[in-house]
């Protein structure tokens, strides 16, 4: 699709880069020691800092990638939204008040509080390294995706932007700074999704959502043996014809232009439905539709094909209560699109043919995850190991965990993990309205499901549209400045204070805490710039399977083990890393996805690796530990 | 490298209460989210069936979830607030 940059948005989202900046400038001449960098100081108000956990965890993949997810696949995204909240309670009731009071600035000083062990410092600064540069790549790339449509600059110019930013706001005033954008950006966040969630509600249902939907076309035709050879409407010529498994799609051209539909019905009563089709020609030209992208002709879908409102069938709602809103959808019908590729000659032809589903399967789980029609075991433990390691990930990611030194104490940690339960599990209430939203409101970009947020606010006007576009960029630069600020702490304070044994003063190591988020935000705006189309919730996906595997071992078996060693939770941190980051290179999805090979040819059948690498983590810290006893006892 | 937290407190004698209760509400919880995947995984159709203000099984029980992990969260503060004050009252000024 075209996007063409809005000024307003342009206005928005610079006047929030500029408040930024200037709070950035008031509190760096107020950070001078490393407390003050790493930990704001251990100051901040715990209602403050629970809405900064917010800010922080709401990524552009909860905002953008899960709303997309609905918009797309229905029930099934909303899985995400909770297993992410679910990994809070992990978070309340297990993590934050003992991490408050065991650590300082990093999650390694929680880890080595009563062992003091190279190893540990190694292994945990590796695992937070490792998990916060998968974090960060998709948070890049996602950058570089939203500044393309909304802010007419390439892809590379997104990622710089972003990136220069955030190296600024970290490099300045360290977590102080970071931790008021993402005070700012997740209230603004929470703020803007109820009042779009509010639009939803009000606009209801309708077959046509607004006076510029397009309506899909169906003409009848004529099925000669297995081929269509001539339609209703003259206007069309027949010219081509592509069977394959149980589809049949035709090609018709009219004034130049070729388009594809899809055939359905059997004979006398054969119907053409509409596709929406991309043609990568053999000469290098890419059609949308049959025609070049500036003709506009790859359209917005996502409609009800029928509404049932009160047991009758009616063509629109108007204004729904929430529970009303979702009952009518799943006695309604909605139109989704399923996409299929083929040659046609020397072109390779992208199809989006018409899939209708009933309003009960959107609203149950199925269409994306296989636990249904067409599951098998495989498919069954896929889902399991996603559930878990989503429910055990949250509270094992470092860029989360270092949020519990910048409150005064572990009562505080504990009420700003309440206040962030409490805001963060709101707004994933809302993706559930703002995806079925953009799904039945014409807002679906096929090509982006990630656009789907956004443009359902277009639906409902340019201000709206445009301040969302600028949260979203908020949204990936306060989820970076606590990445960067989690992998500067990882390399100045435990790699090179800790492990590496270097003295330096307290102005020193900020200065090193410094040198770090530069450098780590260097590091981050390559990998941006290289991963560009790279699939972004698989990264993020792979972020938290690591911080299950390889971090929460280690946690809980040191709250409630005594007899953990440090060479069991430094081996137990290098073998989740190693499992979980093997699982999923060798996975089909990596195969498939990553590698362009075929899926089938993966050595292990599974994607997701919690189910088989969160366990590894435990029994190799527990064996481990068992035989390192006397050795650390001794010690 | 050993080093303490980033800022000071006293003893906290609720510390073993609030492990053990914290611990105790982590089961529960573990419990109704592993129901929630069984039932997804045994018997997905289940997840279609109406159960309160026309909400499907699935709706409900997603919105449950993140309700309960809200109102749990709750319940564990005021709980540990209050054995907070009652272990630790003499002390005055502790703040763990």
């Known amino acids: 699709m075209i996007y063409t940059a809005s000024p307003l948005a342009i206005g928005i989202f610079v006047a929030f880069v500029l408040s930024v900046l200037t709070l950035s400038s008031y509190f760096a001449k107020k950070t001078q020691s490393s407390k003050g960098y790493y930990a704001a100081g251990g100051t901040i108000h715990w209602a403050v800092n629970g809405i900064a956990f917010a800010g922080d ?62 190893g540990i410092q190694l292994t945990a600064a590796i695992s937070t390294l490792v998990v916060s540069v998968c974090y960060l790549i998709p948070q890049m790339v996602g950058a570089g995706d939203l500044v393309t449509p909304l802010l007419g600059l390439p892809h590379y110019m997104g990622v710089i932007l972003v990136g220069a930013i955030v190296i600024f706001i970290v490099a300045t005033a360290g977590m102080t700074s970071t931790t008021y954008v993402q005070f700012i950006k997740g209230g603004l966040l929470i703020v803007f999704s109820t009042i779009l969630t509010i639009y939803v509600l009000r606009h209801g249902l309708s077959l046509k959502p607004s006076d510029s939907f397009h309506s899909l076309v169906s003409i009848p035709a004529v099925l000669e043996g297995d081929t269509i050879t001539s339609v209703e409407d003259s206007s069309y010529q027949v010219t081509g014809n592509y069977k394959k498994d149980n589809l049949h799609f035709v090609k018709l051209d009219k004034q130049g232009i070729a388009t594809w539909w899809h055939v359905t019905g059997t004979a006398p009563n054969v119907i053409l439905k509409e596709t929406l089709s991309i043609t990568k020609a053999a000469d290098g030209r890419v059609l949308y539709n049959g025609d070049l992208k500036q003709a506009q002709k790859f359209f917005q879908v996502g409609n009800a094909s029928k509404i049932v409102h009160n047991g009758k069938e009616v063509s629109e709602t108007g204004p729904l209560g929430p529970f009303e809103y979702l009952s009518t ?37 199925g269409l994306k995850f296989k636990v249904d029609k067409g599951a098998d075991f495989m498919s069954r433990l896929n889902f399991v190991s996603l559930m878990i390691a989503l429910f055990f990930g949250t509270s094992a990611l470092p860029h989360i965990l270092i949020r519990y030194y910048t409150v005064p104490s572990a009562r505080d940690a504990r ?221 | 490298m050993s080093h303490g937290p980033a800022t000071k407190w006293g003893e906290d004698n609720a510390s073993p209460y609030k492990a053990r209760l914290g611990v105790y509400l982590f089961i529960f919880y573990c419990l109704v989210y592993a129901g929630f995947i069984v039932i997804n995984v045994v018997s997905p159709k289940t997840m279609g069936v109406s159960v309160i203000f026309g909400l499907n099984l699935a709706c409900a029980y997603g919105f449950g979830l993140i309700l309960l992990a809200i109102i749990m969260g709750i319940i564990y503060n005021h709980m540990c607030g209050k054995k907070e004050r009652e272990l630790n009252a003499p002390a005055g000024g502790d703040r763990s």
């Open chain 1, 57 to 118: 965890y709401l990524s552009a993949a909860s905002f953008l990638g899960i709303c997309g997810m609905i918009a797309f696949d229905g029930y099934d995204g909303f899985l995400y939204s909770i297993g992410y909240l679910a990994g809070w309670v992990v978070a309340l009731f297990v993590v934050a008040e003992p991490l408050k009071r065991f650590g300082k600035y990093t999650f390694t000083d929680a880890l080595n509080y009563k062992f003091g062990s190279k």
């Open chain 1, 329 to 365: 959808i799943e006695q309604s019908e909605i139109i989704r699109f399923t996409k299929s590729t083929f040659q046609d000659a020397n072109d390779k032809i992208t199809i989006w043919r018409q899939n209708p589903t009933s309003g009960k399967e959107v609203l149950r789980p």
């Open chain 1, 415 to 635: 009420k700003s993990t309440i206040v962030a339960i409490g805001a963060i599990g709101f707004f994933y209430i809302l993706t559930l309205f703002m995806g079925l939203g953009a799904m039945l409101t014409g807002s679906l970009d096929l090509e982006s499901s990630n656009m789907s947020a956004p443009l359902l606010a277009k639906f409902f006007g340019i201000i709206l549209f445009s301040i969302i576009s600028a949260i979203a960029f908020a949204t990936v630069l306060g989820t970076v400045a606590g990445l960067i600020v989690a992998a500067s702490g990882a390399v100045a304070h435990d790699l090179i204070t800790g492990f590496m044994g270097k003295k330096m003063t307290d102005r020193e190591q900020v200065r090193a805490g410094k040198i770090s988020a530069v450098g780590v935000g260097c590091i981050a705006i390559i990998l941006g710039i290289l991963c560009k189309g790279m699939n972004v919730s698989f990264l993020v996906g792979l972020a938290f399977a690591v911080a299950a595997s390889a971090n929460l071992p280690s946690i809980i078996m040191l709250l409630f083990w005594k007899k953990t060693t440090s060479k069991g939770i430094a081996a137990s941190i290098v073998v989740g890393i190693l499992t979980s980051l093997g699982i999923i290179l060798l996975s089909p999805s990596t195969y498939g996805d990553i590698y362009g090979l075929p899926r089938s040819a993966a050595p292990i059948p599974l994607d997701n690796p919690g189910i088989i690498s969160i366990p590894l983590g435990y029994i190799t810290l527990i064996i481990v530990s068992l035989l390192t006893q006397k050795k650390s006892q001794t010690s």
